[in-house]
C-alpha cells in the first residue's frame, strides 16, 4: 500500500462461529502495510466475517472437509500500548499517528483500549472453531 494502514477502526460482522457473540460494530487495531482485497477473498470462496470501512477485511474463514482455515489481517491481539509502541518507534521516519487511537491525538493521553472484549471473544471463539475443526477431523 502507499500508505501504512495504522490505528483502531470500527468493522461490521456477517454471522460465523468466529462472530458469534461479538457486539458489531466493534473496533481492532491494524497495522500493516500490506492488503488482500476482499473480493479476492469472496471470489475463491473464503468468507470475510469482520470487515471494516477503512481498513478492509479483519477476519476471514474457509470451511472444507470438515476443517476451517481461518484468515486474519490486522491485531486484535495487540494490547492497549502496543500501536503506541511501533508509533514511537517509527516517528522518526515520518510515520503518522495512529488512527482512532489517542483521545484527540494526543500522544501524552492514555490510549484507548476499546477493543478488549471483542478481542477476548475473538479469541474464545478462534479456540472452540479449532477444537471443533480437530474433533471433526478425528471422527473421520
Known amino acids: 500500500l502507499p500508505q501504512k494502514v495504522f490505528g483502531v477502526h470500527c468493522h461490521e460482522t456477517e454471522p460465523s462461529s468466529l462472530t ?41 474463514s474457509h470451511e472444507r472437509s470438515g476443517r476451517t482455515t481461518v484468515f486474519l489481517q490486522g491485531h486484535p491481539e495487540y494490547e492497549r500500548d502496543d500501536l503506541a509502541a511501533e508509533y514511537l518507534r517509527d516517528a522518526a521516519v515520518g510515520q503518522s499517528l495512529p488512527e482512532n487511537y489517542f483521545p484527540q491525538d494526543d500522544v501524552r493521553q492514555a490510549p484507548r483500549y476499546d477493543w478488549y ?20 477431523t478425528r471422527v473421520r
Not at 461479538?22 to 470475510?48: K, M, T
Not at 479469541?123 to 480437530?134: C, E, K, P, R, Y
Open 20 to 60: 458469534q457473540g461479538i457486539e458489531a460494530p466493534f473496533r481492532a487495531p491494524h497495522s500493516r502495510w500490506g492488503n488482500v482485497p476482499a473480493q479476492l477473498l469472496r471470489d475463491v470462496g473464503v468468507q470475510v466475517v469482520a470487515e471494516g470501512y477503512e481498513p478492509g477485511w479483519l477476519l476471514a
Open 117 to 136: 472484549e471483542a478481542r477476548q471473544q475473538l479469541f474464545s471463539n478462534f479456540s472452540a472453531t479449532l477444537l471443533a475443526s480437530q474433533e471433526l
